[in-house]
């Protein structure tokens, strides 16, 4: 059965510094995995989706990476502001399901 | 274009009531997916769509629940007799097939308080 872990569970990082979050999962039979950002009270909004023939993926000061191998995907964030404040879920694609499988997310905080 | 949309955005219930929530998905998508999303925690899949017929139905928690789509687009979830655990968000997502590759496109959500 597939696991999506993310760790750590809650950052709070100043201004402006470089920061990685991770993300884990158990199975490397996966079709695809995707990061997902979460502000408090809305629904998800989608950052990068990293097909499973793919290493890495880059949207302005995101980039996110897969290792499929050993079962894990960083989202690095550069030059952090305070809007990045919210909850990112990272979730996978298995091959052998038809649903998305979601960690429990990163509550991150940037401080003015 | 239009993306996934939900409604309600927001609903209250009392315990014992029953409830519907709708989900619009984006046009000519066939796959449509519901997940509940509980404080604290990632969603959680309920059911997914393929066309008219429920593919995959093994999230649902138990009988209260059910889910239809008859025509193929517009699909809405009930719950019967609501609990208090039954308070969440519920999100929705379509894609334009049920194939792996194809990413999922997530709806606002519904957020259920029952009282």
């Known amino acids: 059965k597939q696991e999506v872990t993310q760790i750590p569970a809650a950052l709070s990082v100043p201004e402006g510094e470089n920061l990685v979050l991770n993300c884990s999962f158990t199975?490397?039979?996966?079709?695809?995995l995707q990061w997902f950002r979460q502000d408090p009270g809305k629904g998800l909004t989608s950052l990068l989706l990293?097909?499973?023939?793919?290493r890495e993926q880059t949207s302005g000061r995101l980039n996110a990476s897969l290792d499929k191998s050993s079962g894990r995907s960083t989202l690095y964030i550069a030059a952090s502001q305070p809007g990045d404040s919210a909850t990112y879920l990272c979730?996978?694609?298995?091959?052998?399901?038809?649903?998305?499988?979601f960690g429990k997310g990163t509550r991150l905080h940037i401080l003015p | 274009g239009a993306g996934v949309s939900q409604t309600p955005s927001n609903k209250v219930t009392e315990k014992g009531k029953y409830v519907e929530l709708r989900c619009d998905p984006i046009?000519?998508?066939?796959?449509l997916y519901w997940y509940r999303q509980s404080l604290g925690q990632g969603p959680e899949f309920l059911i997914y769509?393929?066309?008219?017929?429920?593919?995959?139905d093994s999230g649902l928690p138990n009988d209260r629940f059910f889910a239809v789509r008859p025509e193929g687009s517009v699909s809405t979830l009930k719950i019967q007799r609501t609990e208090r655990g039954d308070s969440a968000v519920y999100l929705c997502?379509?894609?334009?097939?049920?194939?792996?590759?194809?990413?999922?496109?997530f709806g606002p959500g519904t957020r259920l308080t029952v009282l």
């Open positions: 199975d490397s039979a996966i079709y695809n």
């Open positions: 979730a996978v694609r298995p091959r052998r399901d038809d649903k998305i499988i």
């Open positions: 997502a379509s894609s334009a097939t049920g194939q792996g590759h194809n990413e999922q496109f």
């Open positions: 046009s000519g998508h066939t796959a």
């Open positions: 990293i097909q499973s023939s793919q």
């Open positions: 769509f393929q066309g008219t017929g429920a593919a995959d």
